[in-house]
């Protein structure tokens, strides 16, 4: 973690109300997570790409803290489930409750209502708790009380969960993998960061005393400018070559799928505008191809729980396939 010194390219494409909005939503950010620049840069492009985060590595490098930074930082309805092994569906997405005063039942929202909601150790739960988050992940809606009913945008899970071979941990099955845009890792702190650490104690209060530097209004009129972003035809073809590589490739039992293409390519288009530009370059789909696609496969000799071996054959893969001029 480092200090509150911002990078020079995130003060290089200010120019734009816009662009200023997301390089003051990185700084606030950085100013309790430090040294972490490319976490914080890949969370907000997938803030952005309207996608969802999976924060994984072990306790006590600040993932809920990363998480709860980029809360406080938009101007948007917050809500945070700590899963637990005894965690009910109904805790997640809301229950029916019978009022006396009308002799019907009334249902009562969930904490998924909102905005950016944090799932705390989402693998400390059972699969079926897991399974209440899928619906909203993929659809934006919950189904409840015999309706379904559409989420408010912008809607964003950020999840964490300790490494898979930890005690009491369930493995998160394919399906809700694949509904997370990225996946991120955090590392331990070099030394000198870890002594701005312990001096600061960003979890206390410069945690608590981060503002909203963005608004709801500002966020969605971002996430709209990234799908205006241009994916020219050459790198269409560019990601479809990748995910029919990684489908061939002999060390993947299942390789990328049409919905991990998708992903691949929303993600390029929130990084080329993060870098102030209006198209995308091969540049943003390789930055993104290890955090967007590693969870998505599955390798031949690992398995299901090989996420950092599904990294190293998507290098593989990359050096393959020819990148478009």
């Known amino acids: 973690m480092i200090g509150l010194n911002v990078p020079k390219s995130w003060l290089a494409w200010t120019e734009s109300p816009m662009n200023s909005d997301i390089a003051a939503l990185r700084e606030n950010i950085a100013r309790v997570i430090f040294g972490q620049q490319q976490a914080i840069d890949r969370l907000v492009r997938c803030l952005l790409a ?25 101007d948007c309805s917050f809500s945070r489930i700590q899963l637990t ?9 809301g229950v029916s409750v019978f009022d006396k005063s009308t002799n019907e039942f009334a249902y009562k929202p969930g904490p998924i209502f909102a905005n950016i909601v944090l799932a705390d150790e ?57 509904r997370f845009l990225m996946r991120l890792s955090l590392g331990y702190p070099s030394p000198a960061e870890e002594a701005r650490v312990l001096e600061v104690r960003p979890a206390n209060t410069p945690l608590h005393e981060l503002r909203p530097v963005m608004t709801r209004a500002q966020l969605l009129d971002a996430q709209a400018a990234v799908d205006r972003v241009k994916l020219a035809r050459p790198l269409l073809d560019y990601i479809v070559a990748l995910a029919n590589a990684s489908r061939k490739h002999t060390g993947l039992l299942h390789g990328l799928s049409p919905r991990g293409s998708l992903a691949l390519a929303q993600a390029a ?8 530009r209006d198209h995308v370059i091969p540049e943003d789909i390789l930055d993104n191809v290890e955090v967007v696609c590693a969870h998505r496969v599955v390798s031949r000799s690992v398995g299901r729980a090989g996420l950092d071996g599904t990294a190293s054959i998507l290098k593989e893969v990359v050096q393959q396939v020819a990148s478009p001029v």
């Open 50 to 74: 309207r996608g969802h985060a999976l924060i994984e590595d072990v306790p006590g490098v600040g993932k809920t803290v990363l998480a709860s930074a980029l809360s406080r930082s938009v």
């Open 85 to 93: 092994p005894d965690t009910l569906p109904s805790d997640v997405l």
């Open 122 to 178: 989402i693998n400390r739960t059972p699969p079926r708790t897991q399974a209440a988050l899928l619906e909203a992940m993929a659809e934006g809606t919950v189904s409840a009380d015999g309706r379904v009913i559409a989420l408010a945008q912008p809607f964003m899970v950020v999840a964490t969960q300790n490494p898979f071979d930890f005690e009491g941990t369930y493995l998160l099955p394919e399906n809700q993998l694949d």
């Open 269 to 276: 288009r929130a990084t080329a505008f993060c870098e102030g």
